[in-house]
Nanobody, 126 residues
Framework: QVQLVESGGGLVQAGGSLRLSCAAS????????MGWFRQAPGKEREFVSG????????YYADSVKGRFTFSRDNAKNTVSLQMTSMKPDDTAVYYC???????????????????WGQGTQVTVSS
């Protein structure tokens, strides 16, 4: 089993920045890909960003490209999402996810991930 705990959410004004972190515990050696998703009230969970096992490849939703940066520290079993130039549309609960299957995957699909955190609320005021 793998446990994921997100932190760093909160309230920020439009144009501001916030950094989310996700700490993994348990059988962390099994983790391959990591991802961030978000879910706004009344909407489906959507892909934000994904990162490969060694951190060499990152993927972003068009809506956050150029504003968000996903990084990974395997030695500390943590990942971070640096969010800048934030917009009210970024308001959502953000979820960290971990995938354990090797091989190719669609990073932007929830089905590519096996473990999920509880989520952290991010609110961007206008």
């Amino acid at each position: 089993q793998v446990q994921l705990v997100e932190s760093g959410g909160g309230l920020v004004q439009a144009g501001g920045s916030l950094r989310l972190s996700c700490a993994a515990s348990g059988r962390t050696l099994r983790i391959q890909a990591m991802g961030w998703f978000r879910q706004a009230p009344g909407k489906e969970r959507e892909f934000v960003s994904g990162i490969s096992k060694n951190g060499g490849s990152t993927y972003y939703a068009d809506s956050v490209k150029g504003r968000f940066t996903f990084s990974r520290d395997n030695a500390k079993n943590t990942v971070s999402l640096q969010m800048t130039s934030m917009k009210p549309d970024d308001t959502a609960v953000y979820y960290c996810a971990a995938g354990i299957s090797s091989g190719s995957r669609w990073y932007d699909r929830t089905t590519s991930y096996d473990y999920w955190g509880q989520g952290t609320q991010v609110t961007v005021s206008s």
